[in-house]
């Protein structure tokens, strides 16, 4: 059987977590979201041991051991079409995360078809509109400490997958994402569920 595993990519506030599923409907599949950032917040309202171990790394801004990232993950996923958000987010994540799934295409026989969506916009937007966004106890020192970190280690993580030759989807991040994708239908065409001729190949993605 045949799965999606899409997984979004870009600053904090470019707008992952908002347009993946708008993404799915506009292209025909509806997908399950495995977003990180929800599982950790869920965690430290619950104060398990694990909430209360990640609750001053993520309240500060910083980035989740591995380990228990992909341990919430692991416990999360299912054998369907799945949407990751907020992980992958450094370089040893993306290969923990070949990891795990090629575990679970065996355990579940499962051919698994890999998509990256590349969200691009520039740092001061991202900034902006996570500023706007604040959540509790989310200080404009704590966004700046993420922004930063992604933008460290995003074109590390790109250059990982596109050396996979894992598709590429990069949008822009700055409009109306699914509007956009939508109204250039000359620029798009579906294949099993998948998006091609949007910037797949050696100019998938723009090094800033």
Do not use: W
């Amino acid at each position: 059987m045949k799965i999606a595993l899409n997984t979004g990519i870009g600053l904090a506030g470019c707008g992952k977590g908002t347009n993946a599923p708008l993404l799915d409907a506009a292209f025909g599949k509806k997908l399950y979201t495995i977003g990180t950032g929800e599982l950790c917040r869920a965690e430290i309202a619950a104060k398990t041991p694990l909430g209360i171990k990640i609750e001053p790394i993520y309240n500060a801004g910083g980035l989740i051991d591995d380990e228990d990232i992909m341990t919430m993950v692991i416990q999360n996923m299912q054998p369907t079409d799945t949407n990751l958000d907020g992980v992958v987010r450094k370089i040893s994540q993306a290969r923990e995360m070949g990891k795990v799934v090629n575990g679970f295409s065996e355990e579940f026989r499962l051919e698994i078809q890999q998509l990256i969506y590349y969200y691009d916009i520039p740092s001061a937007l991202a900034r902006e509109r996570m500023l706007d966004r604040k959540r509790d106890g989310e200080t404009a020192a704590v966004i700046e400490k993420r922004l930063n970190i992604a933008l460290k280690n995003n074109d590390q993580i790109l250059e990982y997958y596109y050396k996979l030759g894992t598709p590429i989807l990069t949008l822009d991040a700055t409009k109306d994402i699914v509007g956009n994708l939508i109204n250039r239908n000359e620029r798009i065409k579906k294949i099993g569920g998948y998006i091609a001729g949007h910037g797949f190949g050696p100019n998938a993605y723009r090094i800033r």
